[in-house]
């Protein structure tokens, strides 16, 4: 987890799994359709079993899919929370660039800089 991930969350991992364009049909499926086995999602992908296989172990590891084995099937489906909470990552991100970017756009317009924000619980004057 990088230093800009927030504690629980995984967005790197979310995002490396959801870089495959498999991986993000798959969820699709999932998300769409409800729980799957690995050879029923194969049979509507153009990869082998074994693939799909591969692709679920990596949503796995990512949080996106979990798995149920009921007898001799292993059904998955999609956990949509992890997904959630890269976007809220990306949007905490997006709203620290709109703050950057605005003091900027500031800075061009007058030539003063915005002022800095003091922290809450630190003494700056000392």
């Known amino acids: ?11 790197g991992a ?31 992908l153009p990869v082998t079993r074994q693939a799909v296989a591969k692709h679920l172990a990596t949503l796995a590891e990512a949080g996106l ?5 009921q007898g001799r099937e292993t059904r ?13 990552w990306m949007a905490d991100v997006g709203s620290q660039w709109d703050d950057r970017l605005q003091a900027l756009s500031q800075y061009l317009e007058t030539g003063e800089p915005r ?11 000392r």
Request: glycine content about 8%; proline content about 13%.
């Open 65 to 69: 899919v979990t798995s149920d084995r």
């Open 115 to 125: 002022p800095k924000r003091r922290k809450p619980g630190f003494d700056t004057d």
């Open 14 to 44: 979310v995002f490396e799994a959801l870089a495959d364009p498999t991986r993000r049909e798959v969820v699709r499926r999932l998300a769409q359709g409800g729980p799957a086995t690995a050879t029923e999602l194969a049979g509507d």
């Open 76 to 88: 998955f489906s999609f956990t949509p929370q992890p997904l959630a909470d890269a976007v809220t």
């Open 1 to 11: 987890m990088s230093a800009n991930e927030p504690p629980g969350a995984r967005p």
